[in-house]
């Protein structure tokens, strides 16, 4: 019998065929990334940190012992007493869990709390299904020990919470009770065990299972490339871009009936007017020939007042939340650059980068509010998230509040024209985010990014950011400093170029 964790549980649970490869064929997933490594790193911090919940608890140690000395331990310290365990550790009907955090109540019941890094709100309260089944595969084997669970709890990071001059721990956690929800799968463990046994069993023999809404529900599964590019051939692009992956998908339904590529969708099958030209321009426009509205972008370049501001911010999250007034995963701003574009195209560029390890947002409103002038036009790509990032900082400085709601309601928002197709190539295949804008207009920026030192994109400066605080050789810092002042440049720099083609593209 090949024994299974509770994560491997869960990845049964999502496809059978991804649990098999995992223990039979792991060479053929995809191997985390730079962002998953951090995730689990954050994880890690956030467990910990959840430990103090609980004081005067002792810790199963999992490096340098062995699973039977784990489940040992655990056994000995409950027939001890110890009220709250750390990583608990069972063993019961093949599978082997670790209990983030086993707590014996004042009454001698005992409650199991699951950590997760994700996020709780009073506006959104529901609890993942996934995090249930994970609390159930440890009820289940629990109680097959012998163990009676009187509560089973997801604990989550509550963004209600705003933290205020210290930390609150209390309060930056929320258990939600799942016990009712967890008894109700009980009955269906057994059976999904004997199902992944069975599977197991055929080391030889890969499941054949195919593609489908589960790949990527509840997350996209670490076997994406294997099944669908190496043994299913799909394309890059496909009739999975057209119709979003859901469990009763258009595509999925044109995928059974062995149609993949977008020109092959049929041409009485249903479509919203956006999918249609999508559909049309792959079946009939050839690579690189252009559609433009010049009407559309004439009037789109006469609504400008210069001089122009084109505008871009970089933000970062702290989970656990570091500064005054912040909750867990706020977007909170660190960056900005910004070209200012004259009507006979002289460029002056300004720029803002926070200080590691203190809270930036003051210093970034006060030098923005001196940057940018009321009632000017500033341009920025897909411009919801800098009107967001606007308004928050609009609350949490009422002093600046006037000043940052004028900036982000006379923002203009660049990427409208080519989300309307007034400019449109093929190869943008219905989608106008910048990296796919930026590459077919201005080709020689793609390289420019390329270029660049240490930072490439948004995801790594967020990240950079975070870490900056912590680091302690010198030079290293102000190597970071220097490429996140770069990208950010860049970025800007590029609106401006996107801009140029427009304007000769309507001469």
Known sequence: MEQLSKSLYVRGLQCKKSLWLKLNNSSVLKQPDDSSLAAFSIGNEIGELACDLFPNSRRILYNNTTRDERVAQTRKWLDEGVKTIYEATFEFDGVLVMVDILHKDANGHYEIYEVKSSTWSSKKPKIKDVYIQDVAIQYYVLSGCGLGVAK????????????????????????????????????????????????????????????????????????????????????????????????????????????????????????????????????????????????????????????????????????????????????????????????????????????????????????????????????????????????????????????????????????????????????????????????????????AYRDLDLIHNGGEAMQVFAMLGKMKDKSQIKRYRRSLLEYCKLDTLAMVRILNVLKLAVK
């Open 152 to 447: 089973a709890s997801v604990t989550l990071l509550n963004t209600d919470y705003v933290r205020g001059d210290k930390l609150d721990i209390s309060q930056l956690f929320t258990h939600q009770d799942v016990t009712t929800e967890t008894k109700g799968l009980q009955d269906r463990i057994s059976i999904r065990l004997g199902s992944f046994q069975r599977v197991l069993s055929a080391t030889e023999k890969e499941p054949d299972i195919d593609i489908g809404w589960h790949c990527k529900n509840p997350y996209e599964c670490d076997a994406f490339d294997y099944c669908w590019k190496e043994q299913r051939q799909i394309p890059e692009y496909s009739v999975f871009n057209i119709f979003p992956l859901t469990k009763k998908s258009k595509s999925l339904e044109l995928y059974q009936q062995g149609i993949i590529n977008v020109e092959d969708i049929p041409s009485d099958m249903k479509l919203s007017e956006k999918q249609q030209s999508v559909v049309d321009s792959a079946r009939y426009a050839r690579k690189g020939e252009l559609e433009i509205d010049k009407l559309a972008i004439q009037s789109f370049l006469d609504s400008l007042s210069y001089p122009l501001y084109h505008f871009d911010f970089e933000t970062f999250q702290q989970p656990i939340p570091e500064f005054k007034g912040v909750s867990s995963y706020q977007q909170i701003p660190f960056q900005y650059s910004l070209h200012i574009e004259q009507r006979d195209e002289t460029i002056e560029h300004k720029e803002f980068l926070g200080i590691e390890g203190e809270d930036p947002r003051q210093s970034l409103v006060e030098k923005l509010v001196k940057d940018i002038p009321l009632n000017v036009t500033t341009l920025a790509f897909n411009a919801s998230f800098e009107q967001m990032v606007l308004k928050g900082l609009a609350k949490q400085f009422p002093q600046h509040k006037e000043h940052l709601l004028n900036i982000s309601n006379n923002i203009v928002d660049l990427a409208i024209l080519f989300q309307k197709k007034h400019y449109y190539l093929p190869e943008m295949k219905g989608k106008y985010s910048i990296k796919i804008v930026l590459p077919l207009l201005v080709p020689e920026m793609e390289k």
